[in-house]
DNA sequence: AACGCGGGGGT
DNA sequence: ACCCCAGCGTT
């Protein structure tokens, strides 16, 4: 396969590199599972600069498993408002009241109960492993395999999960003896910081000597990755209704259903454009009235246009028309409070910190309050 | 194997 | 306007 000397060129001195130029970074100063685990399940897909004020806002009101185990889900979601993939921060908890009740809150240290744990799948595995544990396991993300694929020169996709597993069998055979949580650490770090995917910093890099790719000019064109589709448009329609008489200087936001997409979260009450295309501000608005009071029984009386904005998912791309409404006549119970669902609440600017809700509606939120002050 | 799942930063 | 992500679960 490749010879000793190159792979040990490469651990040798991808170590040494670290030791010298690893940043200090909080989950960098505990050994303590939980503390590595939480950073690595926001680190999925998610830069580290985004990740340090959410682990600091998290470990310290999540101080323990305990304390996470037995924190109520919306306190969670809200710690982890704005980080996105909410799914994880739900697997989360429930992993961590899985290793509250059955492993006495200590993070298992062998490879098949960790992976049995939700959210938990080979990287996040490895990782805990190696960086809590100094476990010989290895640790496979975007990074590692762009490094890897570039100093072996490997053309194979990375989006297949064949490569993956030649990258894990690699990885794993260049983990020296007793090094696993500072070398999988180190991998990652040249990843970010020297071997990044456009122009990345060759002339500082420590194994560039040796770097199969950088020799036959390959670097910028490496790691060979498929395009993923792109993003299908969807039109919503918002409703910014504010409330009259007592919910005067409130607004009406709905939390979403158990499952799927944004579980859980709250929102605006918005419908889904039948038509791919928006029409004038005033049969928009007619459409809407009709949609909320034929799926949701919510009369509204329309107001001005306020917004337009637009929320993009890795598979969707949301594009907003945001419009002022007060509550009107209703469908049914004709009147009344109680026809409000379970799930609709009134809430005002003062009251947001008790609901998680998925960046768009914040903004549309911040925007109203902008306004409002000006 | 393919798809669903957020959000922000870099160039 | 693209590109990139410190991935995992479901089907």
Redesign the pocket.
Known sequence: MYSEEKKQHFSKNLLEWYQIHK?D?PWRRSRNPYYIWI???M?????????IPYFHRFVEQFPTVEALATAPEEHVLKAW????????AR?LQSAVREVHERYEGVVPPNKEEISA?????????G?ILSIAYNKPEPAV???V??VLSRYFLIEED?????TRTIMEKLAKELILEGTASDFN?AL??L??MVC????PHCLTCPVMAQCSAREAGMEEAL?I?K???PPRPELRAVAFIEGTGEHAGKWLIRQRPQE????RMWELPHVEWSSNEWHSDGENQDLLREALANQEQIGIQPGDWFMDTE??????VWKMKVYRAKLGDLQRPPTGDEWIPFHYRWVGPENLQDYA????FVRIMKEWQGRNEA
């Open positions: 940043r970074l950073s690595e399940v680190l999925q897909q998610t830069r580290v600069d985004t990740v408002e704005g980080l996105g993939y909410y799914s994880r697997n744990l939700k959210g938990v799948g080979p990287y996040t595995s990782a993300d975007g990074n395999m762009r990375i989006m297949k999960p064949s650490q990652m770090e990843g970010a990044t995917p456009r122009s790691p990755k395009k993923a589709k799927g997409l944004l579980a929320h993009i998912f890795s598979h969707i809700f998925p960046n768009v």
